[in-house]
């Protein structure tokens, strides 16, 4: 290749290192011969010289939630535009965690991660081969270890002193996965400002989710329980709960009921749900990540940094 554009190795090294200086007639007689022998720089070759790769994992969390699908879009198209080139890993529990440990063979600058979707071990590795790792929408405190979230129990904290405005007082609350920080936080915001009020949350369901979880938590609840203010942990089990409310039940919402989700998904808008619920800041959270991994990169050894984005409750017609 440096024979046939007429320059040094390191001269076609230089050319294809983005911010490396070279001059201009060199760098266009490396194009010219790259492109005439079809020659492309090798990203595993280059890491064994301690370069970049350009290469981030990541782990996109559960797919039952249309969240993390839009955010999965979006930060993949913000780390082509930065010249990263991710390696998306899908799916839920321990096929999830051994897909990364696959993937950890490959030189990675960095893993993204999104919520609970690995546990400790995954993490443990990734400090043991100096990959450096962004959560979003969870925090640990580990070095190396950058995160970004959403301020979980103030945002249905606000949705539920909302509602409490309103005259709401007999609550009812759904949630993701039992044992995920985010749920119980979620959780918490709205048991937290009951207390306030000297009151309890009357019936909490935990499920995946899922519009269809959602669904089969309200009809639970209703078998055993009056209410007339519903809190749920994200988006798609509210309109679950919603669809339920309004084709198999005589309750009216919000006369009758209010619903609040939790996330602020693109459907979350259309005219058939209309949905009350908590923006989880996607364009900020991506920015966020963007930041943090460019800043890990340039300081590899820098303290871990947690970033923390303020929710906002977005009104339509389910309150």
Same mark, same amino acid.
């Not at 990203?43 to 996109?60: C, D, E, F, P, Y």
């Given at each position: 290749?440096? /024979?046939?554009?007429?320059?040094?190795?390191?001269?076609?090294?230089?050319?294809?290192?983005?911010?490396?200086?070279?001059?201009?007639?060199?760098?266009?007689?490396?194009?010219?011969?790259?492109?005439?022998?079809?020659? !492309?720089? $090798?990203?595993?070759?280059?890491?064994? #010289?301690?370069? *970049?790769? $350009?290469?981030?994992?990541?782990?996109?969390? %559960?797919?039952?939630?249309?969240?993390?699908?839009?955010?999965?879009?979006?930060?993949?198209?913000?780390?082509?535009?930065?010249? %990263?080139?991710?390696?998306?890993?899908?799916?839920?529990?321990?096929?999830?965690?051994?897909?990364?440990?696959?993937?950890?063979?490959?030189?990675?600058?960095?893993?993204?991660?999104?919520?609970?979707?690995?546990?400790?071990?995954?993490? /443990?590795?990734? +400090?043991?081969?100096?990959?450096?790792?962004?959560?979003?929408? *969870?925090?640990?405190?580990?070095?190396?270890?950058?995160?970004?979230?959403?301020?979980?129990?103030?945002?249905?904290?606000?949705?539920?002193?909302?509602?409490?405005?309103?005259?709401?007082?007999?609550?009812?609350?759904?949630?993701?996965?039992?044992?995920?920080?985010?749920? =119980?936080?979620? #959780?918490?915001?709205? +048991?937290? !400002?009951?207390?306030?009020?000297?009151?309890?949350?009357?019936?909490?369901? $935990?499920?995946?989710?899922?519009?269809?979880?959602?669904?089969?938590?309200?009809? +639970?609840?209703?078998?055993?329980?009056?209410?007339?203010?519903?809190?749920?942990?994200?988006?798609?089990?509210?309109?679950?709960?919603?669809?339920?409310?309004?084709?198999?039940?005589?309750?009216?919402?919000?006369?009758?009921?209010?619903?609040?989700?939790?996330?602020?998904?693109?459907?979350?808008?259309?005219?058939?749900?209309?949905?009350?619920?908590? *923006?989880?800041? =996607?364009?900020?959270?991506?920015?966020?990540?963007?930041?943090?991994?460019? +800043?890990?990169?340039?300081?590899?050894?820098?303290?871990?940094?947690?970033? !923390?984005?303020?929710? /906002?409750?977005?009104?339509?017609?389910?309150?």
């Amino acid at each position: 290749m440096a /024979e046939a554009a007429g320059v040094s190795r390191s001269a076609v090294s230089r050319a294809f290192t983005p911010g490396a200086y070279l001059d201009a007639d060199k760098k266009e007689r490396v194009l010219a011969a790259a492109f005439k022998l079809g020659y !492309r720089p $090798n990203a595993l070759a280059a890491s064994l #010289q301690g370069a *970049r790769t $350009n290469l981030v994992g990541v782990v996109s969390g %559960k797919r039952s939630n249309p969240y993390d699908g839009e955010w999965i879009v979006r930060l993949v198209a913000e780390l082509n535009a930065a010249d %990263k080139w991710p390696i998306v890993l899908g799916g839920n529990g321990a096929d999830t965690e051994q897909d990364v440990f696959s993937v950890l063979h490959y030189p990675l600058d960095a893993l993204i991660v999104r919520g609970g979707s690995v546990g400790p071990a995954v993490i /443990e590795n990734c +400090s043991k081969l100096n990959i450096p790792v962004i959560l979003s929408g *969870r925090v640990l405190e580990a070095p190396r270890i950058d995160c970004v979230y959403t301020g979980n129990h103030r945002g249905t904290e606000l949705a539920t002193d909302m509602l409490l405005k309103k005259g709401r007082r007999k609550f009812a609350f759904i949630g993701g996965p039992a044992g995920w920080n985010s749920a =119980q936080e979620r #959780q918490t915001g709205v +048991s937290d !400002r009951l207390v306030q009020e000297g009151l309890d949350l009357l019936a909490v369901r $935990n499920a995946d989710y899922s519009f269809e979880g959602g669904a089969e938590a309200i009809a +639970s609840i209703l078998a055993e329980t009056e209410i007339d203010a519903l809190v749920c942990g994200n988006d798609a089990m509210a309109m679950g709960a919603l669809s339920y409310l309004r084709h198999q039940t005589d309750l009216d919402v919000p006369e009758d009921v209010s619903v609040v989700g939790f996330d602020d998904i693109a459907m979350a808008a259309w005219p058939d749900f209309d949905l009350t619920t908590v *923006r989880n800041p =996607q364009d900020a959270t991506v920015f966020e990540i963007l930041r943090l991994l460019e +800043s890990r990169l340039s300081n590899p050894d820098k303290p871990g940094e947690i970033s !923390r984005l303020e929710p /906002e409750l977005v009104l339509r017609s389910t309150h």
